[in-house]
T-cell receptor, first 112, second 110 residues
């Protein structure tokens, strides 16, 4: 039981490049989330999904897109990377109802 | 939407002392209040949570209290140990729509 797995763990992009971050969970959770973590700003929600085939915007969605084609996977895409997107990205999942999240180990992204 | 404020941003205590971290929230519809611990370079991990129909919950050395009228909740850690050193995040929300506080960096000095 791996929990929540994120790939890659580290990535350096040049401004304007695109990339996709993959999140996979094996807990049969309905809900999945993408957060970014910046110093002094806590965790900010980018996009989330309440089930297969659904996505919704969070607090800071601009510049990102997501897809949830399979229940166990949640993809985060950066269409044209900008230095302001340098951050640590965490994926999380949870079951239905109000309950705690299980986080992935994070992806450290640097945009130069 | 929900807005969560967390204080203090840094906290330093001596080993064995107690530590208290406080959070306020804005949306009276919020009904779930988890706390996460994040060690350096690691993922956040759930350490305790409380729901709106409960005023206090304890788990060994940690406890959380909730005051729904005042819209604030607190994390209490007693008999602190060096391994308690980490960043702690509170969160508030409902129906899995959670907002996080900015975090408190707790340092426990041996």
């Amino acid at each position: 039981n791996a929990g929540v797995t994120q790939t890659p763990k580290f990535r350096v992009l040049k401004t304007g490049q695109s990339m996709t971050l993959l999140c996979a969970q094996d807990m049969n959770h309905e809900y999945m989330y993408w957060y970014r973590q910046d110093p002094g700003m806590g965790l900010r929600l980018i996009h989330y999904s309440v089930g297969e085939g659904t996505t919704a915007k969070g607090e800071v969605p601009d510049g990102y897109n997501v897809s949830r084609l399979k229940k166990q996977n949640f993809l985060l895409g950066l269409e044209s990377a900008a230095p302001s997107q340098t951050s640590v990205y965490f994926c999380a999942s949870s079951g239905t109802g109000a309950r705690g999240y299980t986080f992935g180990s994070g992806t450290r992204l640097t945009v130069v | 939407g929900e807005n969560v404020e967390q204080h203090p941003s840094t906290l330093s205590v001596q080993e064995g002392d107690s530590a208290v971290i406080k959070c306020t929230y804005s949306d009276s519809a919020s009904n779930y209040f988890p706390w996460y611990k994040q060690e350096l370079g690691k993922r956040p991990q759930l350490i305790i949570d409380i729901r709106s129909n409960v005023g206090e919950k304890k788990d060994q050395r940690i406890a959380v209290t909730l005051n729904k009228t005042a819209k604030h909740f607190s994390l209490h850690i007693t008999e602190t140990q060096p391994e308690d050193s980490a960043v702690y995040f509170c969160a508030a929300g409902y129906n899995n729509d959670m907002r996080f506080g900015a975090g408190t960096r707790l340092t426990v000095k041996p």
